[in-house]
């Protein structure tokens, strides 16, 4: 399979309500838009679609890495925009462990599971990617997300896979919960 558009989003935050950053929240997020080979038709084995999602994965959490530095990794989140013609069935099977696992590796490990969401829907379509902390879920500092807008994407037989990454929480973040320096990282909560 192989990627017909890369798409980049970054947004970083150093100042919010008056109060400087330090360090800047950066937010990066890398679609990846490939033909789906079952757009159109119902497959029952959408094993093919899980299988080509390391290897995409691969490639756009290198990008969003990279876009990343020199920051590390924090928090991150997966999405999935599936065109028209496709099933959100499609866009899950590209986000399942196989893809979460590359995740992982690029953001140097993560005990917690990986927030997502997919959805079908025209070209042009905006989605909110949920972030959350790396090591564990418990850190309310670390919910947050992107939103980004992909242009011209998903044309009706496509499906736009991304992947997102966070270097920090929120700024002025205040509502309590596990702070990220508690983290024991054994059970991807706590």
């Not at 969003?64 to 959100?88: C, F, N, R, T, W």
Request: net charge neutral; glycine share 10%; with cysteine.
């Amino acid at each position: 399979m192989q990627i017909k558009r890369t798409l980049t989003f970054i947004e970083e935050i150093a100042e919010e309500a008056g109060q400087r950053a330090d360090p800047p929240l950066r937010k990066v997020a890398v679609a990846a838009v490939i033909d789906n080979p079952f757009a159109g038709r119902f497959e029952r084995d959408l094993k093919p679609l899980t299988e080509m999602s390391a290897e995409i994965g691969r490639i756009i959490c290198t990008r969003a890495i990279s876009m990343l530095a020199p920051h590390q990794a924090e928090s991150y989140g997966k999405a999935a925009v599936i065109g028209v013609d496709g099933e959100q069935e499609h866009g899950v099977s590209m986000l399942t462990t196989v893809f979460g696992n590359v995740m992982r590796e690029a953001a140097g490990g993560g005990k917690a599971w990986i927030s997502s969401i997919t959805k079908r829907a025209a070209a042009g379509a905006t989605i909110d990617i949920p972030l959350a902390h790396k090591d564990a879920l418990y850190v309310r500092s670390h919910y947050d997300g992107i939103t980004i807008t992909l242009p011209d994407a998903p044309l009706p037989h496509e499906i736009a896979v991304i992947c997102a990454f966070a270097n920090r929480g929120r700024p002025n973040h205040r509502v309590g919960g596990l702070a990220a320096s508690e983290i024991k990282g054994v059970d991807g909560l706590t």
